[in-house]
Structures are given as C-alpha cells and as structure tokens.
C-alpha cells in the first residue's frame, strides 16, 4: 500500500518567515495530494490540494509543489503570521482512476509548526 | 452549520463496554469516511461507504468494530468489548461523487476506555 514520509515533525519560525513542509510519497500511480492543518481539538481542515497532472498550485500565501518523478510534494507558506501555528498533515491518495481500490487517504504523521511572534 | 456533524464529542467508558458514534455528512456527499487518529499521528482510514455500501475495511477495523450506513445518510461506527487500546478520535469524512472530490471532516469524537 501507499505509505507517505513527512519531514521535519516539528518546525519553528518567526513570525513573517517561511515555512516549507515535505512530503514522500511510495506508490507512484498515487494522483491526489491535500495538505489538511489541524488546530489543537479541532478537525484537520483542508487548506490545499494538488491533483498528479499539475506541478504547483497557489492559494494567496500557501502553495504546493509536485514532483512526480522524484515522488515529493512539498507545502510552502510565505510571510507566516502566529495563527498559522498547527499542526500540518500531507496526505496521497490512489483513486479509483488511476487504478486505486478505493479513496483511502494515508496520511503523514504531521508537522507541528509554530510561529513566533 | 452545513459542514460533518459527530456525535458526541467525547465519550468516556469503562474497559469492556460498547459504544456507538454517529457521523452526518455533508448533505450531498455520498461517501463517507472513518479514520482514527492516536496522538502525534495522522488519521489513519478505518472504513468507508459510497451511498449505503461498504466497499472497503482496514485490517485495523477488528470484528470488535462495525460501521453501518443504513440509508446513504448519517453512519454509526460501534466498538464492542472496548479496550485500551481503542482510546483515540475517531474522525468522519465525507466527500462528492467526482473523481478527486475533497474529503471534509468533522471534529470526531474522542474515545476514552478507563
């Protein structure tokens, strides 16, 4: 099955920094990638995705970038501010169009993100 | 507030007994999901339904475990003969029919066993 790397586990900055969380992927038929952030208590809110035929996405001060050949994604957020502190989770999904079983996410084990002010 | 609904938010029970969630999507979604996460890890999938269809389990979900969707509407997730081992958030995630479609979440609901 897929199985999905995430690096660092734990990432400090400074307020108006930037921040880059990446991600390995194994199963390269894998086609959907969302980046979810999870606030303490809350439900993993979906911030950005990024579909197999595309490279980047941007989203105002977030963006995803896609590798396919290298299977890694990475999430970049520019000019962090303190309520972008939370714990971040990328995760990669084979979908049954590109010959999943079916729409499973497996996720990382997340990057608690801390920005200080 | 039209996002997916999870009752209740926390559940406190005694090694050995059983209990039951509940999880209603998003209106219009026809798949739903359950995942469990433990702290310091990701949502791990657990099951999920298209429509009132169970079209695939996890081998995390033991025959303790049962999930139903008895009308393709809201989903119950049961764990019988709870153990220490179940205490986790149980999440439910719902998306649409497109290929690709987001899943959203809801708060889940954490488990506790004593």
């Known amino acids: 099955g897929e199985n999905v790397e995430q690096h660092p586990s734990t990432l400090s900055v400074q307020e108006g920094d930037s921040a880059v969380i990446k991600c390995t992927y194994s199963?390269?038929?894998?086609?959907?990638f969302p980046w979810y952030k999870q606030e303490l208590g809350k439900r993993p809110q979906l911030i950005i995705d990024?579909?197999?035929?595309?490279g980047e996405k941007k989203d105002q001060r977030i963006a995803v970038t896609l590798n396919k050949t290298a299977k890694h994604f990475s999430l970049h957020i520019t000019e962090t501010q303190p309520e972008d502190s939370a714990v971040y989770f990328c995760?990669?999904?084979?979908?049954?169009?590109?010959?999943?079983?079916?729409?499973?996410?497996?996720f990382g084990k997340g990057t608690l993100l801390t920005v200080n002010p | 507030d039209t996002g997916v609904s999870q009752n209740p938010r926390h559940k406190i029970t005694k090694r050995g007994q059983n209990v039951t969630f509940r999880c209603d999507p998003i209106?219009?979604?026809?798949?739903l999901y359950w995942y469990r996460q433990t702290l310091g890890q990701g949502p791990e999938f657990l099951t999920y339904f298209q429509n009132e269809a169970q079209l695939e389990k996890s081998r995390l979900l033991s025959d303790r475990f049962s999930a139903e969707r008895p009308k393709g509407s809201f989903s119950t997730l049961e764990i019988q003969r709870t153990e220490q081992g179940d205490s986790a958030m149980y999440l439910c995630?719902?998306?649409?029919?497109?290929?690709?479609?987001?899943?959203?979440f809801g708060d889940g609901t954490r488990l506790s066993i004593l």
């Open positions: 990024i579909r197999s035929n595309v």
């Open positions: 209106s219009e979604h026809n798949r």
């Open positions: 995760a990669a999904i084979r979908t049954p169009e590109s010959g999943g079983s079916n729409y499973k996410l497996t």
């Open positions: 995630a719902s998306s649409g029919t497109r290929s690709n479609q987001p899943q959203h």
């Open positions: 199963d390269s038929a894998s086609n959907y």
